[in-house]
């Protein structure tokens, strides 16, 4: 199992930016696959986007291109979410994610993660 504790989250303006980090414990394997994911109130679970432990390898929703950029240092065990050009429904709570195998990419099916972090609120005003 993985431990994962998410942190950088908070308030901001629109057209601001935030980066989000994952601390990560016990990714042994290069397998392994990173994701974030997000929750507004009152909505499901959202895929936000994914990367390979190995290759870095990164994959996003259409919600979030070219705006969001995952990345990953394996020497430090974190993942981050750099956050730019925010906008008012980007706001959410947001969690990172891991599973040990690729499941042959599928990066945005949310029950193929093994393990949670408990999320870092994220609230854009306009």
């Known amino acids: 199992q993985v431990q994962l504790v998410e942190s950088g989250g908070g308030l901001a303006q629109a057209g601001d930016s935030l980066r989000l980090s994952c601390a990560a414990s016990?990714?042994?394997?290069?397998?392994?696959?990173m994701g974030w994911f997000r929750q507004a109130p009152g909505k499901e679970r959202e895929f936000v986007g994914g990367?390979?432990?190995?290759?870095?390898?990164?994959y996003y929703a259409d919600s979030v291109k070219g705006r969001f950029t995952i990345s990953r240092d394996r020497a430090k065990n974190m993942v981050y979410l750099q956050m730019n050009s925010l906008k008012p429904e980007d706001t959410a709570v947001y969690y990172c994610?891991?599973?040990?195998?690729?499941?042959?990419?599928?990066?945005?099916?949310?029950?193929?993660?093994?393990?949670w972090g408990q999320g870092t609120q994220v609230l854009v005003s306009s």
């Open positions: 016990g990714v042994t394997f290069s397998g392994y696959i």
């Open positions: 994610a891991a599973r040990s195998r690729d499941y042959y990419g599928n990066y945005e099916v949310f029950t193929t993660y093994e393990s």
């Open positions: 990367i390979r432990w190995s290759g870095g390898n990164t």
